[in-house]
């Protein structure tokens, strides 16, 4: 009986250990090419712990656009920032950004998110650390509930903002569709609003997005 017990208490001690060896689970490498009528749209989100404490978090966002017109590349959003996380939900930051409106800056920033297989929420504001500096929120919520089936509905909205004294741009990303496995895609609608007196423009498209898993 002794012999038993303790043969049963080194496996699921072994187990236990390597559990704790394991590294943290981290969000897929999202990548997303939305072919509009009027510009090619690019994003790209990566979101991996730096240690398997989990306390430090590397986030990087691109987003880019071409219009056909003039064919150059116009930055939406690019941003690297190291985040610590005193809690599982809640995390600040610092970091750097490049705009098309605002050039490059240091930034601070805050972020709440929650991840599911089936949905995820994020709500990030950001503040460039110089005079006058621009703020900027990105806030995203994706649901594509589970089934049995292998294609599964898909739909996100997600919000990306800047102003300083005045308001300066903003983009608000729309998109339904399927998902299969790692792959989703479907119909896609861009709206931006520019300016203090904001001129309003849209992207309608076909969107493709690989969920490349590490």
């Known amino acids: 009986m002794k012999k038993t ?11 236990f250990t390597h559990a704790q060896e394991l590294k943290p689970k981290s969000a897929p490498i999202r990548l997303e090419v939305l072919g509009g009528h009027v510009a090619t749209a690019f994003q790209m989100i990566v979101s991996k712990p730096m240690f398997e ?9 691109t987003s880019t656009e071409v219009p056909y017109e003039s064919g150059k590349p116009i930055p939406v959003l690019n941003q690297s920032i190291v985040f610590y996380k005193p809690t599982k939900w809640l995390s600040g930051g610092l970091g750097g ?23 995820m929420i994020l709500a990030r504001p950001t503040i460039e650390l110089k005079k006058q500096g621009l703020r900027q929120f990105l806030g995203i919520f994706e ?28 983009q608000h990303r729309w998109r339904l ?25 849209y992207n309608a498209g076909l969107f493709i997005l690989l969920l490349i898993k590490s």
């Not at 409106?101 to 297989?117: D, L």
Request: net charge neutral.
């Open 5 to 15: 017990f303790l043969v049963a208490l080194l496996i699921f001690g072994g187990k």
């Open 97 to 119: 950004s490049y705009t098309a409106f605002g050039g490059f800056s240091p930034i601070a920033a805050v972020a709440f998110s929650h991840h599911r297989e089936n949905f």
């Open 177 to 201: 569709g399927i998902q299969n496995k790692d792959l989703r895609f479907g119909g896609a609608l861009n709206l931006y609003h520019f300016g203090a007196e904001p001129v309003n423009e």
């Open 53 to 61: 404490n989990k306390k430090f978090d590397f986030f990087y966002i």
């Open 143 to 170: 649901w594509s509930p589970i089934n049995e089936n292998i294609i599964r509905p898909y739909f996100l909205v997600q919000v990306i903002t800047e102003w300083s004294n005045v308001h300066s741009m903003t």
